[in-house]
């Protein structure tokens, strides 16, 4: 079963607008969440992060949002550039008393951001 | 600071054969994890080494196993491979192993004939 899900496998948004890009978790372990950016045959960019003693985490146009009651995050880039097109994967880390380290990713939302 | 390297970026091997990938962690980052990405399945762990150790391991079979030596660097091996072995390898650093940031290398593009 995904223990992280991103439900949307697109979105299309004009630039200059906001790109909101969702995902759910279903784990309530997870207590770190990342957001990537990843281009075909590169590796995941790491963009923004958020603990989930906090519920808001911005770095410049991106902030990330988590609602730990709905076990809910989502990020927000405001304004969309058609530079920010590319697959963005959402993914969390569990804190299992130490022994971890692996990033359960979602399935990725392409986002295309159009002139 | 240089990012994560991965060798080779790209590899043809045939079914049955070996094969070893190798990367190269952040300078001064200790926790090295390997990801397999499919089309079907996306990105899934394949196992961490933080200090040398195999600290977590994901649900991969035998045949895959890898190595961190004292400098951090590490390899993953996949031993009689198979067509459905064919993905992209990623690598991935982190300073520590728990809750950080980990960041990527490029990948190994694997292709198994």
């Known amino acids: 079963d995904q223990q992280v899900k991103q439900n949307s496998p697109s979105l299309s948004v004009q630039e200059g607008r906001i790109s909101i890009l969702n995902c759910d978790y279903t784990?309530?372990?997870?207590?770190?969440f990342l957001w990537y950016k990843k281009y075909p045959a590169e590796g995941p960019t790491f963009l923004i992060s958020?603990?989930?003693?906090?519920d808001k985490n911005e770095d410049g146009r991106f902030t990330v949002f988590l609602n730990k009651s709905a076990k809910h995050l989502s990020l927000h880039i405001v304004p969309s550039q058609p530079g920010d097109s590319a697959v963005y994967f959402c993914?969390?880390?569990?804190?299992?008393?130490?022994?971890?380290?692996?990033?359960?990713f979602g399935k990725g939302t392409k986002l295309s951001v159009k002139p | 600071k240089a990012g994560v390297t991965q060798t080779p970026r790209y590899l043809i091997k045939t079914r049955g054969q070996q094969v070893t990938l190798s990367c190269s962690p952040i300078?001064?980052?200790?926790?090295v994890s390997w990801y397999q990405q499919t089309p079907g399945q996306g990105l899934q762990f394949l196992f961490e080494?933080?200090?040398?150790?195999?600290?977590n391991k994901g649900n991969f079979p035998g045949r895959f196993s890898g190595r961190q030596f004292s400098n951090s660097r590490s390899e993953m091996n996949v031993s009689t491979l198979e067509l459905g072995d064919s993905a992209l390898y990623l690598c991935?650093?982190?300073?520590?192993?728990?809750?950080?940031?980990?960041?990527f290398g490029p990948g190994t593009r694997l292709t198994v004939l």
């Open positions: 991935a650093s982190s300073p520590r192993t728990g809750p950080d940031t980990q960041y």
């Open positions: 784990n309530s372990m997870f207590d770190y």
């Open positions: 958020i603990s989930s003693i906090k």
């Open positions: 993914a969390a880390l569990g804190n299992y008393g130490g022994s971890q380290g692996n990033l359960i």
């Open positions: 300078s001064g980052h200790r926790s």
């Open positions: 080494y933080f200090s040398e150790t195999q600290r």
